[in-house]
């Protein structure tokens, strides 16, 4: 029997053939173990980086999660503290993990939106260093008084300023957190001339303002934040837990500032696992449970898909490039 001659169109359309043949082989080979990962994901505990010290909303926060996911995954969630250059370490931390859904960070708007517009490749870029995976809510800003100055609302807290040159102590919680950007708006709206104080969280503002260390502080809204004078909240209406305490536009300042808390991962993580998360996240913040215990820091839920974080964190960066980009906030 002969066989049939092989010409070069009948050669070409072989070797074209094997090629696409051997693509196709491949794509499955190497999509096999990427996928299987997030079929099985998680086979052992998933750890949620703490950027700032305990004691304050967000570490609340991420505790109250951390234990609603290990019943749901199936895994222990461990909380690791990772505080360090106003929320810089932890983000950088996470930005270098292996994306594989065991390294997971709480943030908030401050290390990955208002740093970098503050400082370029100080931390990473929320839209390419990170993977988005769920907002999970927000809280305004508070003015805290240390009981030294003796004030108990925002007027008074001019009139004091004004018997002592106007200048005041304001304690953040650290560089490029809403915190230092409400305590700059503060000091602005107000005329007063301030010393700037960083710290790492909310908590040891509280304690440097009951030690009269310094005057004021502008931490986002916590549990301890009821430990001091509370003179005003910073966002557009009063928190239902805190009725008696105006806001910074019924005080006569107009001013807004508030802070969001949300969940991302290292860049590339498989969108199965993404996914994954995102679902168990959402499924707690619309627990009644967690809706009780939101309130009670001050915290609003919001939930949503990873699109939902991506674009607040574009909105707000296109909110915030002008003032950051400019001098002190007016």
């Known amino acids: 029997m002969s066989l049939p001659s092989m010409t070069p169109r009948n050669a070409a359309r072989s070797v074209t053939t094997i090629a696409a043949g051997l693509c ?21 505990s998933i ?29 222990t969630v461990v909380v ?6 106003a929320g810089v370490v932890a983000t950088l931390a996470t930005a270098n993990a292996k994306p594989d859904g065991y390294t997971l960070l709480i943030t908030a708007i401050g290390p990955v939106v208002l740093r970098p517009l503050m400082e ?23 003015i805290l008084a240390s009981p030294k100055l003796g004030v108990s609302t925002v007027a008074e807290l001019r009139a004091y300023a004004a018997q002592h040159q106007n200048r005041l ?33 909310a908590a040891p503002i509280i304690a440097d303002l009951l030690g009269g260390q ?10 301890g934040s009821n430990a001091v004078k509370m003179l005003a909240v910073t966002g557009s209406a009063r928190l239902a837990s805190l009725p008696n305490v105006p806001t910074v536009k019924e005080s006569g300042l107009d001013m807004e500032c508030a802070t969001w808390l949300a969940i991302y991962g290292p860049p590339g993580m ?12 959402n499924a707690f913040l619309k627990k ?27 909105f707000d960066t296109a909110v915030w490039q002008p003032i950051v980009g400019g001098s002190a906030p007016k």
Not at 30 to 37: E, I
Not at 214 to 223: E, K, L, S
Not at 270 to 275: F, L, N, S, T
Request: charged share 20%.
């Open 24 to 44: 196709a082989a491949l794509a499955l080979l190497t999509a096999t173990p990427r996928t299987s990962l997030a079929e099985t994901w998680p086979d052992h």
């Open 47 to 75: 750890t949620i980086l703490l950027p700032y010290a305990g004691g304050g909303m967000m570490d609340f926060t991420v505790r109250s999660l951390a234990k609603d996911l290990t019943e749901t995954l199936g895994q």
């Open 80 to 85: 690791e503290p990772k505080a360090g250059g």
């Open 120 to 142: 370029k490749g100080a931390t990473a870029d929320p839209g390419k260093d990170l993977t988005p995976i769920a907002l999970l809510g927000d809280t305004p800003n508070v």
């Open 169 to 201: 102590t304001i304690g953040h919680p650290g560089v490029g957190t809403m915190g230092q950007f409400c305590g700059m708006l503060l000091a602005a709206k107000t005329h007063i001339t301030a010393t700037m104080v960083g710290y790492r969280g």
């Open 214 to 223: 310094i005057d004021i502080g502008t931490p986002a809204y916590g549990p």
């Open 270 to 281: 498989p969108r199965p696992i993404v996914d994954k998360l995102n679902a168990a996240i």
């Open 288 to 314: 009644p449970e967690s809706h009780a215990a939101f309130a009670k820091v001050g915290l609003s839920p919001l939930g949503g898909s990873p699109e939902r974080l991506r674009d607040r964190a574009k």
